[in-house]
C-alpha cells in the first residue's frame, strides 16, 4: 500500500512513522524549500505524550523543550499584575514548534519519500486509488492521500471544495517573530494586555519570540506590517521597542486564527489531519491533536488492511470527540487570552491575581 501525505508539519511526519511501521510506503510533499522553522512553543501533552513515548521521541522533547515556568501579567500602566505558575506536573512538554517538528522528521528520515518545493495540483480517485499530479514530480497512483497541510489546505480545496466554505474567522489576528536575542528572564512568559490586543514575549529556547495577537477584521494577511503598526501604534511599555524590531523583519508569520468545521473530514481514499481537518490551533492544542490524530488514524488503518475508505471513517468518528470540545472552548479561551474591552481585560486580571493565590494542586501524573 502506498500513502501520500501533504504536509510535513507536524501531523505529516507522525502518520508518516506509524504507517511506515505497517509496511506503508510512505511519501510526504512538502510546499516549502525546506522543513519549517519558527512559530511560537507549542504544548505536547495529554492523549499526544503516549504516542511521542511509543515513538521513542519523549526524551528528546524534553531535552529540547523551554524554560519557562511562570507567566507574567503585565497590566496596562506596565505593572505587574498576576505572577502565574506554569504546569510543573511533569504531564506535559511545551517545546518550540520547530524543534518539535525536527524531531519528528528525523523519525521518518529514513523510512519516507520527502517532495520539498512541491505541492498537489490535482487529486482523481476511483474505488482502487487516487491518481495525483505534482507541480514539479511526475504523476503517481496512490493508495491513499491525506492532507496535513494546515490550514490553508490545499489537499481540502481540491477533494471538498473552495477555503471560505469551511474556514470560520474567529476575530482574532496572531502575528510572530524573533526576539532578536535571549528573553531577559529566561523562565518567565510576558504578557501585556490592553483591550483587544496582546503583546508576549516568550523565552522560548535561546532566542526568544515575540507575539502580537489582537482583534480585528477584513485585514490583509499578506500584509503583516501595515496591519499590526496600525494596531498597536501608541502603546506602552515595550511596544514600541517591539514595532522598532519587527521593521527589521520582512516576512514575519502572520495570519487570522481560524476554525476549520466540516461535515466531514474524508472521502473515498483521501482524507484530512491536523488544522486541515479541524483547526483549533493557539487556543486548542493544535499541536496535542495534530499528533493523535495521527496515531489514531494509523490505528485504523492497522485495524482495516485493504480498506482505507472504511479505516478513514473509523478515524474521524473517534477523533471528533476529542476536538469538538476544543471547538467549543474557541470563544471562552480568546476572550481569557485577548479580552476585547476594559471591563473584560479587568475581570480576567482579576481573576489572574486570585489564581496566582491559590495553593498549587498535587500532580495526577503517573
Known sequence: MEALISGAGIAGPTLAYWLARQGWRVTVVERAGALRSGGNPVDVRGPALPVA???????????????????????????????????????EVEIPRSDLAAILADTVRDDAELLLDDTITTLRQDPGGVDVTFERAAPRRFDLVVGADGLHSTVRRLAFGPESTFVQPVGLYVATMPFGGPAETPSEVLLYNTP???????????????????????????????????????????????????????????????????????????????????????????????????????????????????????????????????????????????????????????????????????????
Not at 68 to 87: H, K, Y
Open 53 to 91: 513515548e511509543r515513538m521513542g521521541i519523549l526524551p528528546r522533547l524534553r531535552e529540547s523543550a523551554t524554560h519557562a515556568t511562570t507567566m507574567r501579567v503585565i497590566g496596562p500602566s506596565g505593572r505587574t499584575v498576576a505572577r502565574l505558575p506554569m504546569s510543573a506536573s511533569g504531564d
Open 196 to 366: 483587544g490586543r496582546l503583546v508576549s514575549i516568550h523565552p522560548s529556547r535561546g532566542e526568544a519570540v515575540v507575539a502580537f495577537i489582537f482583534r480585528g477584521e477584513g485585514l490583509d494577511r499578506h500584509a503583516p506590517h501595515e496591519a499590526i503598526n496600525g494596531t498597536y501604534r501608541g502603546e506602552g511599555w515595550r511596544v514600541p521597542e517591539l514595532l522598532d524590531r519587527l521593521r527589521a523583519i520582512p516576512d514575519p508569520y502572520f495570519d487570522e486564527v481560524s476554525r476549520v468545521t466540516m461535515p466531514a473530514w474524508s472521502t473515498g481514499r483521501v482524507t484530512l489531519l491536523g488544522d486541515a481537518a479541524s483547526c483549533v490551533s493557539l487556543l486548542g492544542d493544535g499541536s496535542t491533536m495534530a499528533m493523535t490524530a495521527a496515531y489514531t488514524l494509523a490505528t485504523a488503518l492497522a485495524e482495516h488492511p485493504g480498506d482505507p475508505a472504511t479505516a478513514v471513517h473509523r478515524y474521524e468518528v473517534a477523533h471528533r470527540r476529542l476536538v469538538i470540545p476544543k471547538q467549543r472552548g474557541i470563544g471562552r479561551a480568546a476572550g481569557m487570552l485577548v479580552p476585547a474591552t476594559q471591563l473584560g481585560l479587568a475581570t480576567r486580571n482579576l481573576g489572574a491575581r486570585l489564581m496566582a493565590h491559590r495553593p498549587p494542586r498535587a500532580s495526577t501524573a503517573a
